[in-house]
């Protein structure tokens, strides 16, 4: 039985400096300089031309795209005349120039070679490759150039600027100054706009004309199609008979979650005893006239619904809050999602303390493309920072594509291949990297009209525990694991006898929640999507916060996705030769990318036993340091018997984030685990005033890791988990953790950046052990030798 808390672990009372080194951006070998320079300066002559015939709304300031080859130096970019604005894609970044930086840049250029003696930073004009112009190509959306503009006299534009400086800065108020009084020039109607620091976008009402002339205006950097929600679903009443007289309410204390959907039918006889406060920000009552966030909202109470109704048992944990920020289509309303969103965690989180928020909404116009994450995914990143809030988000519903069509023919024959094709990739926000993303698996694999006749009619590409055939496939930014974790969201079929394998059923595949349109005994629903999947999670989430109601977002985070794992039928359902075509193509594990983490576990989440132990901490980190963590293990557990024991570690951590850097993150925080004689020997390896006499450190027991330290680096929730049969008594395991900062990133970091450990020990084959109490003597051992340090 999982009856203990879980213990508290202090990090050691030393820390050492990260080893540091003096890094000089490489030169670019060129052979003729000055007929490399000569062929610049005529590249830049036409495209200073090219921009002279662009729109803008600031005369003399330009905009250029520079192509470089190898590393460029871009904090020396304006040694030259012009200025970093963002970083594009790999080998490609963004510069604005007056007329006088446009003379100095080609000054410069034409010294190259001939009189180059005096020119500092050579040797950023030796990797540049090209120079050219932000196009209206470039400045189109993926959306845009997918469906094209709408057809009607007046649409809805997004358009986003160059988020130069940051939101409330001199020469931002300059810029937005400068557009605004353009759009008045040029009749466009402005209906909202968000200004954040990596972020300042628009939405505007405009012709066709005038759509052309914002995508070729000097300070946009995209235009876009508005976003749509992609929520589809089939709803099915499920009857029940009764239910039990006066379902309590949750106490006061309670952990509060908030669903930021399309409103709750907060009079559902289920939910109105959870029912704490609603707020509309679309125009409204928050009422749902949807059900899609009454939906969501039952899962996120109750968590497995079909159990509940089984046992005939309710009993609400948690308080509900509900803030409706999508219309009566579950879509997205004239205003700008963003700026809405920012409204309602603000009102939440200031006026009712909300901890957590489950966002089941997804952007189908904004797949994400490998490079920038924007949008809605931006401001969740920031405002999980802002606030010390968790999102817990779902990787959107993949339902098919038209061109190239995907699947072909049909849901069932090409399943599972489709679930890794470039057209159901994450959309926006599941790329947030301070979010929780969650995807689908499936349950049930019988339609009602399969379970009603006996007949063929419908067959179902997925089985229990598979990935749901609508679930979207990571990574996110730079390769960082995404989806985290995956739930139950539902399944679906092909009809067999109709010829149109292409179409896709759900009814009866789905999960059981909460009706909004409930009338008499129909206070349920039947519903499929990744949208219901994630709710399950923000249950958990809420469940883990009453237990641990001081603990941060970034501890709930690390506490969920340590104890997730990957569902053996998320690994077999690709084929040998599929796993090794997709690994050979982008160096990743198919699995991962679709089920992330796995599954979490119940069993010791929320209270350790005696063979499973959970070790927590929480501590802040400054730049370019480590921390040491000696893990209190016990000889019986380091037995040379053989035995299956694991150890699973999980980081997590909240960076500052910038859509202008490639990078996205401001600062890294990564951990290792290393096994060493002595804590004193494990900090040389780590010392920057060691490092001569004693080699980098990386994980040890690498043969029987599961995830690399590479790999799972790359996001700000990290896990592995090491699996032995056999130890030594004598060795001492130790995690390591460490920040670096980016050098842009300096100035938006704290001193001291928050983060969240998670250890679990488990020896589940030990029928006698007493694992838990032992590591806790271990603690109390280490806190007395501490005290006697001091």
């Known amino acids: ?32 300089l000055r007929g490399h320079g000569k062929r610049l300066a005529d590249a830049l002559n036409s495209s200073f031309q090219n921009a002279q015939q662009q729109l803008t709304s600031r005369p003399g300031n330009f905009v250029l795209k520079i192509r470089y080859t190898g590393l460029l ?33 080609a000054d410069h250029l034409q ?3 001939i009189d180059d003696a005096e020119l500092t930073y050579k040797q950023i004009l030796e990797a540049i490759e090209g120079i050219d112009n932000w196009t209206a190509e470039d400045r189109t959306s993926w959306a845009i150039a997918k469906f094209s503009l709408p057809q009607e006299e007046f649409f809805i534009l997004d358009v986003e600027l160059w988020p130069v400086s940051v939101a409330h800065h001199p020469d931002r108020l300059i810029i937005c100054e400068a557009f605004e009084r353009w759009l008045v020039e040029t009749q466009i109607q402005r209906i909202d706009k968000i200004n954040l620091d990596s972020l300042l976008m628009y939405r505007l009402r405009v012709n066709t004309t005038q759509a052309s002339m914002l995508l070729n205006h000097g300070d946009v950097r995209l235009v876009d199609l508005p976003p749509t929600s992609g929520v589809r679903y089939s709803q099915l009443h499920c ?41 509309d920000f679309v125009g409204g009552d928050g009422s749902d006239l949807n059900g899609h966030g009454t939906a969501v909202a039952g899962i996120a109470l109750y968590g497995d619904l079909e159990s509940c109704k089984a046992s005939n048992y309710w009993r609400p944990e948690l308080l509900l809050f509900n803030g409706r920020v999508l219309n009566e289509h579950a879509e997205f309303d004239v205003n700008t ?21 489950n966002l089941s909404l997804g952007n189908t116009n904004s797949p994400y493309d490998g490079r920038h994450i924007r949008g809605i995914a931006y401001v969740l990143d920031k405002l999980a920072r802002d606030f010390n809030v968790l999102f817990i988000v779902s990787t959107g519903n993949f339902n098919g594509s038209n061109d190239p069509a995907v699947p072909r023919h049909s849901w069932r024959d ?52 598979q ?44 999960v059981l929640t909460c009706n909004s349109r409930f009338v008499g005994n129909t206070l349920f629903s039947e519903m499929s999507g990744t949208s219901f999947a994630a709710p399950y999670v923000t249950h958990l989430a809420g469940r883990l916060l009453n237990n641990y109601p001081r603990a941060s977002a970034n501890l709930l985070r690390a506490l969920l996705v340590n104890h997730a794992n990957l569902p053996s039928e998320a690994e077999t359902i690709f084929s040998e030769e599929m796993k090794h075509t997709y690994k050979a193509a982008c160096s990743r594990e198919a699995s991962r990318d679709i089920a992330g983490y796995g599954v979490v576990d119940e069993n010791e989440l929320f209270r350790s036993s005696e063979n499973v132990v959970v070790l927590i901490a929480e501590d802040e980190i400054e730049n370019n340091a480590h921390h040491f963590f000696e893990l209190p293990l016990p000889p019986e557990f380091l037995r040379t018997q053989r035995a299956a024991r694991e150890i699973r570690v999980t980081l997590t951590y909240c960076p500052a984030v910038r859509t202008t850097r490639l990078d996205y993150v401001a600062t890294k925080i990564h951990f290792r685990l290393v096994k060493d004689e002595s804590l004193e020997a494990v900090q040389r390896h780590f010392n920057q005033h060691t490092q001569g006499e004693t080699d980098t450190r990386n994980d040890d027991a690498t043969s029987n890791r599961d995830i690399t330290a590479e790999l799972r680096s790359k996001g700000t929730v990290q896990s592995s988990t090491w699996r032995m049969k056999q130890r030594n008594p004598n060795e001492k395991w130790f995690v390591v953790v460490t920040r670096q900062d980016r050098d842009w990133g300096e100035a938006l970091s704290m001193e001291q950046e928050d983060y969240a450990l998670v250890v679990t020990v488990t020896d589940r084959e030990n029928e006698h052990a007493q694992l838990y109490t032992q590591i806790a003597q271990q603690i109390e051992i280490q806190v007395k030798a501490r005290a006697r340090a001091i």
């Not at 213990?7 to 030169?27: G, Q, S, V």
């Not at 006066?246 to 939910?271: E, F, Q």
């Not at 090409?414 to 947030?432: G, H, R």
């Not at 990574?475 to 394998?501: D, F």
């Open 337 to 357: 999602i963003e700026k809405t969103l920012v409204d309602a965690v603000t009102y939440f989180v200031d006026e009712h303390q909300c901890r957590i928020f």
């Open 111 to 113: 010294k190259l070679g």
């Open 239 to 279: 009857n029940i008979d009764d239910l039990p007289e006066n379902i309590p309410r949750p106490p006061a204390t309670a952990a509060r979650i908030c669903i930021l959907d399309s409103g709750i039918a907060t009079n559902h006889p289920l939910i109105a005893p959870a029912m704490a406060e609603s707020e």
């Open 467 to 510: 990935p749901s055939p609508f679930t979207r496939h990571g990574p996110s930014v730079k390769g960082a694991i995404k989806p985290e974790l995956v739930a139950t969201g539902g399944n679906l079929a092909s009809p067999m006898r109709t010829g149109q394998e292409h179409d896709a059923v759900m009814r009866g595949m789905g």
């Open 414 to 465: 090409e399943y599972p291949e489709y679930l890794l094709a470039e057209q159901s990739v994450l959309i926006d926000p599941a790329p947030a990297l301070n979010a929780i993303t969650v995807g689908s698996l499936a349950r049930h694999n019988a339609t009602f009209d399969t379970q009603r006749y006996p007949e063929i009619a419908h067959l179902a590409p997925a089985n229990k525990n």
């Open 1 to 32: 039985m999982a009856d203990f808390e879980h213990l508290r672990i202090e990090r050691a009372p030393f820390e050492n400096d990260r080893r540091t080194r003096k890094f000089n951006i490489p030169k670019h070998p060129r052979g003729d």
């Open 73 to 105: 130096d871009i904090n020396h970019l304006h040694k030259h005349g012009v200025e970093f604005v963002s970083h594009e894609d790999n080998q490609l970044c963004v510069v604005f120039a007056n007329e006088a930086g446009l003379a100095k840049f």
